[in-house]
């Protein structure tokens, strides 16, 4: 099986900056797309940026310009580094990633979610 922990959050005023990480563990053979969604309260969860295996991003709109998401395939680790936040930020970041892993007699590929971590933006 495969585990994702998200890293970084917490409390920043708004034009601060947070760093955001996702770490996997398992027996991995391979990452393929991955990417990082938000959930503000009373809101469906919503794309904030993905990467694919060759490093193609994509970013919401909203985010273009202040967001970037980038990946270390040797550390199993995809990061979101969010400079000139807003009140609007403010929302449970979830990692999520497309795995190929080990189960012990055959290799499958499955998509995984992280447990979120909290990015509060206020002065």
């Known amino acids: 099986q495969v585990q994702l922990v998200e890293s970084g959050g917490g409390l920043v005023e708004p034009g601060g900056s947070l760093r955001l990480s996702c770490a996997a563990s398992?027996?991995?053979?391979?990452?393929?797309?991955m990417g990082w969604y938000r959930q503000a309260p009373g809101k469906q969860r919503e794309l904030v940026a993905t990467?694919?295996?060759?490093?193609?991003?994509n970013y919401a709109n909203s985010v273009k310009g202040r967001f970037t998401i980038s990946r270390d395939n040797a550390k199993n680790t995809v990061y979101l580094q969010m400079n000139s936040l807003k009140p609007e930020d403010t929302a449970v970041y979830y990692c999520?990633?497309?795995?190929?892993?080990?189960?012990?007699?055959?290799?499958?590929?499955?998509?995984?979610w992280g447990p979120g971590t909290q990015v509060t933006v206020s002065s």
């Open positions: 398992g027996s991995i053979l391979r990452f393929h797309a």
């Open positions: 990467i694919t295996s060759d490093g193609s991003t």
């Open positions: 999520n990633a497309d795995v190929t892993y080990y189960t012990g007699s055959v290799y499958k590929t499955s998509d995984y």
